[in-house]
């Protein structure tokens, strides 16, 4: 277990990760509440899926009416598409923290669930106290960050549950915002525009089939845009760098 000294380590650790969380799940909270959910389900989701992305995507997807568009069972799949390739880079942060997580136990269920690109970041390269059970530290260190989440996406969905109606009109732009902030970050890091070219346009590509038509039928149905970009991104993706690398 951890002494006091541990845990007031692990708190300092992770502070960063506490402002950019609430600065983050406070809008994920106004979001579900302004799409006219109860305030409930922005912890339930927190608590369960755990994923900004796709938490904000989710509500996107539900507000939309995807579970009523089609069939129960062809919505599902489309949501749980769109959800797996959005998480899809998480399989390479546990491929990486193979060794890091190796010898903690039974810490190492709750480290795997509660992995995020912040608790990567932090776990793939703290400095473990030499007085501190590995896995307890960790665990501690991914716990809080877990908490920060749901405390945030708590706090934002009960205050905009007490502002009265048309005064939250416009906050669901946070979930824009989230995705231009975080390409713009991605360019700078990588100095590399293609991903973010390719996306951009297979987006628009999926869209403009939204709306056409053959024989008076639309060739892509609105709720499957954001799987079909997904895919077709990816597809691209890999046919221009599969080649470059030949």
Known sequence: MLDSSNFRR????????????????????LVVVN??????????MSLVIYSGTGQYIGIALFASGILGVTSFWASLFTFLGIEFF?????????LSLIESYRGTGKWKIPLIFTITDETFALVSSCNIPPDADKGSYLA???IFNYSYWVVGSLVGALIGNSIPDGYLNGVDFALTALFVVLMINQIRASKDFLPSFVGLLTTAVAVALSYLKIDGRIIL??????????????????????????
């Open 10 to 29: 692990a708190v300092k650790l992770t502070m960063p990760v506490f402002f950019g969380y609430m600065a983050i799940g406070i809008p994920f909270g």
């Open 35 to 44: 799409a006219g959910f109860p305030w409930w389900l922005a912890v339930v």
């Open 86 to 94: 959005i998480g899809l880079r998480h399989v390479f942060y546990s």
């Open 140 to 142: 501690i260190v991914s």
């Open 221 to 246: 149905p609105g709720q499957y845009v954001i799987l079909a970009g997904l895919c077709l991104g990816i597809a691209v993706m890999i046919l221009i760098r599969g080649r470059g690398r030949k």
